[in-house]
């Protein structure tokens, strides 16, 4: 089962704009959106959005996310020291009836 | 304040079994569908198993651990279980549990097949 598609590794200097992109099909992203999580080394990840644009409390708004067709996307605005982490989607497949990983995203802050 | 708390991981032999719990506390465990996801040293997150809430029969495998591993859940205990058999060697990583749409995840617990 393949799974979503995420660039490997993205690297932005302090205080710019990053833009991780999750790609997958009308079977699972274009259908019920995509989960956005964070993730740093040795530690559980953590959820940044679910559903179509759900941010759970606690979460920064310079976390974003947006769609388009079956691409997902979440940006981060003026990223911070703190913001360097794995960053997965993930998204239900209704075809196949099952949970979808991207492989993650390594987010290097310069 | 929601908890969920991982036990059961340890060191196996290829084809040996082990039986992880997940125990939760902090929220009405009967409303919401648990998860198990794995991390492989090193790796990207896998989802392995998700059981709906009791009322639905529904549960969900992973292709790589089908026929192999089997989910359930206690609600009198408020606990997740994953059954493991047949452990292989790639089966080596931490096993997350997390609620729902992923909102909340324990610490995990380390599962090694290693002869």
């Known amino acids: 089962q393949a799974g979503l598609t995420q660039p490997p590794s993205v690297s932005r200097v302090l205080r710019q704009t990053a833009t991780l992109t999750c790609t997958g099909n009308?079977?699972?992203?274009?259908?019920?959106?995509a989960a956005w999580l964070q993730q740093h080394q040795g530690h559980p990840p953590k959820l940044l959005f679910y559903?179509?644009?759900n941010r759970p409390s606690g979460i920064s708004d310079r976390f974003s996310v947006s769609r388009s067709g079956n691409v997902a996307s979440l940006t981060i605005t003026g990223v911070q020291p703190e913001d360097e982490a794995d960053y997965y989607c993930?998204?239900?497949?209704?075809?196949?009836?099952?949970?979808?990983f991207g492989g993650g995203t390594k987010l290097t802050v310069l | 304040e929601v908890q969920l708390l991982e036990s059961g991981g340890g060191l196996v032999q290829p084809g040996g079994s082990l039986r992880l719990s997940c125990a939760a506390s902090?929220?009405?465990?009967?409303?919401?569908?648990m998860t198990w996801v794995r991390q492989a040293p090193g790796e990207g997150l896998e989802w392995v198993s998700t059981v709906h809430r009791s009322r639905f029969t529904d549960r969900y495998y992973a292709a790589s651990i089908k026929g192999r591993f089997t989910i359930s859940r206690d609600d009198s205990k408020n606990t997740v279980y994953l059954q493991m058999h047949s452990l292989r060697v790639e089966d080596t990583a931490i096993y997350f549990c997390a609620r729902d749409w992923y909102d909340y995840w324990g610490q995990g617990t380390l599962v090694t097949v290693s002869s």
């Open positions: 993930s998204a239900w497949d209704d075809r196949l009836s099952i949970w979808m």
């Open positions: 009308s079977d699972n992203v274009g259908n019920e959106g």
């Open positions: 902090g929220f009405t465990f009967t409303d919401y569908p």
């Open positions: 559903g179509n644009n």
